[in-house]
């Protein structure tokens, strides 16, 4: 695959809940490498395009395409193959409740990788570390804060080191010293594995800090795909009105 090449590939998904359509029509690509991070309203449609990436929702029409095949189309089998490469970090973090931390974190380790389980339990610990959280292997996920379980749900998604990682609000609830421990571990993904990113986030400053591009969901549809620069300097009435209302907001 070139350096250039879209690793994620969405075009023409339309996707409608009962009577309500939620995406009317979304085109988007993602370049292999890159963080992008989709911004819009609450509601809008942005955690069902990630579910879509992965294939946990099938859209009603077009086509979202991962590494040139198109995972509408495929079976549970194939999902299951396309999903080792596939890392996703929930809104809620969806830990499994019954299980510790280091069982969560090892799951996907278990179920992608045939690692002796010496090398999962180093992994494990390596990995709450880089979160912040060293330790808390024995936990069980209802002791937990929300920002801790977001922090571990992201320390499993990260684990196997896959070739994409979706992010679903990853500093939301977190204080400022966490959200900046995030984004630099988000970074570190980046630069130092190489994998490519997509993000929500409802965190301007963060959008701004961790994004090689940034997209805008409005009506069911992606307005506009720029830079973090281009981003500042965009014309589009509603994108422009979504950002100063944050900014207000953030004042507060
Ligand atoms: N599985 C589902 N069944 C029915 N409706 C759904 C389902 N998933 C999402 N929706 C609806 O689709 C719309 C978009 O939801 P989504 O969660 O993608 O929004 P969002 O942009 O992520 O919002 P937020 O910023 O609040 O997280 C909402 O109206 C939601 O209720
Ligand atoms: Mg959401």
């Known amino acids: 695959m070139s350096e250039k090449e879209n690793i994620i590939e969405m075009k023409e998904v339309y996707k409608a809940f009962g009577n309500k359509f939620v995406h009317k029509g979304i085109n988007l690509s993602v370049r ?37 095949k198109n995972v509408c189309s495929m079976n549970d089998e194939e999902l299951t193959e396309v999903r080792k490469d596939i890392g996703m970090l929930f809104q809620g973090a969806a830990l499994f409740d019954s299980l510790t931390v280091a069982e969560n974190i090892a799951y996907p380790l278990i179920e992608n990788s045939d690692l002796p389980e010496d090398e999962i339990k180093e992994i494990i610990a390596t990995n709450l570390e880089m979160i912040g959280l060293p330790g808390i292997e024995d936990r069980y996920p209802n002791d937990l804060s929300g920002g801790m379980k977001k922090r571990v749900g992201l320390a499993r998604a990260m684990a196997t080191h896959p070739k994409i990682l979706l992010y679903d609000e990853p500093t939301t609830g977190l204080d400022p010293p966490n959200i900046s421990r995030i984004n630099e ?8 594995f190489g994998i490519t990113g997509v993000i929500i986030t409802h965190d301007l400053q963060s959008a701004y800090e961790i994004s090689d591009r940034i997209a805008f969901l409005h009506d069911g549809k992606i307005v506009f795909t720029g830079t973090v620069e281009e981003t500042w300097m965009n014309e589009i009435e509603e994108f422009r009105d979504f950002i100063e209302g944050k900014l207000e907001n953030q004042k507060d």
């Open 32 to 68: 292999e490498g890159e963080t992008l991070t989709i911004l819009g309203g609450s509601g809008g449609g942005k955690s069902v395009m990630l579910k879509q990436i992965n294939g946990l929702l099938k859209p009603d029409s077009g086509s979202v395409e991962v590494m040139n």
């Open 185 to 192: 571990l988000i970074k570190t993904m980046r630069d130092k």
